[in-house]
């Protein structure tokens, strides 16, 4: 089955640590994203990546940090610079199109990540 | 600041009934619009687009319209089902921004039996 398998589900660390969430797509998409969500919010960009070995930042990229070094996965390390990293993450993946015009295409998400930092 | 705003919280109706969300927006380079819809502690799956040339997209249950002078769309949901209880994001597109979204804060629907 294609998809996006996101691991582990459930993530705990200790503060001052840095943790690596993965995230593996089998849809052969270019571009890949990772979003975070925190209570009564909406989803924030904080990387994405239209090809491998490129990525760009995104609205909170502040104290992550994220490779591309296969198409297929796009991991993110959330830092100990990162002043409140516990939230859920969401990674996800897209044709990509540089589009000018047109429909996007549509993004397709993992399950997701609740990482907790205590 | 909020581009793309989700005034209501929350919205609870009663099975068979129209469910209605709404979402405004600020950025006047949004060309398309989109609904994801949650289920908690999984992530968001794509529910209904609409263009910024268009007014009106229908798909089965679900329409989304489009106000474009009152930068405003909504989401109705009719009849309404119980299986339809979930988060539901309002995302904009940028013209010439490629596949990037942007996301608001979501509307929590639940629907009664």
């Known amino acids: 089955d294609g998809g996006i398998t996101q691991s582990p589900k459930y993530l705990f660390r200790k503060e001052g640590q840095n943790v690596t969430l993965s995230c593996e797509q089998n849809l052969n998409h270019d571009a890949m994203y990772w979003y975070r969500q925190d209570p009564g919010q909406g989803l924030r960009l904080i990387y994405y990546s239209q090809i491998v070995n490129d990525f760009q930042k995104g609205d909170i990229a502040e104290g992550y940090s994220v490779s591309r070094e296969k198409k297929e996965s796009f991991p993110l390390t959330v830092t100990s610079a990162q002043k409140n990293p516990t939230a859920f993450y969401l990674c996800?993946?897209?044709?990509?199109?540089?589009?000018?015009?047109?429909?996007?295409?549509?993004?397709?998400f993992g399950p997701g990540t609740r990482l907790t930092v205590t | 600041d909020q581009q793309v705003k989700q005034n209501s919280p929350s919205l609870s109706v009663q099975e068979g009934r129209i469910s209605i969300l709404n979402c405004d927006y600020t950025n006047s380079m949004f060309d398309y619009f989109l609904w994801y819809k949650k289920y908690p502690a999984e992530g968001p799956t794509f529910l209904i687009s609409?263009?910024?040339?268009?007014d009106k997209n229908e798909d089965g249950r679900f329409t989304v319209f489009l106000n474009k002078s009152a930068k405003h769309l909504s989401l109705h949901i009719v009849p309404s089902q119980p299986g339809d209880s979930a988060v539901y994001f309002c995302a904009a597109s940028e013209k010439g921004g490629s596949e990037k979204l942007v996301f608001g804060k979501g509307t929590k629907l639940t629907v009664n039996p």
């Open positions: 996800a993946s897209s044709r990509w199109t540089g589009r000018t015009s047109g429909q996007p295409y549509e993004q397709y």
């Open positions: 609409i263009s910024s040339i268009k």
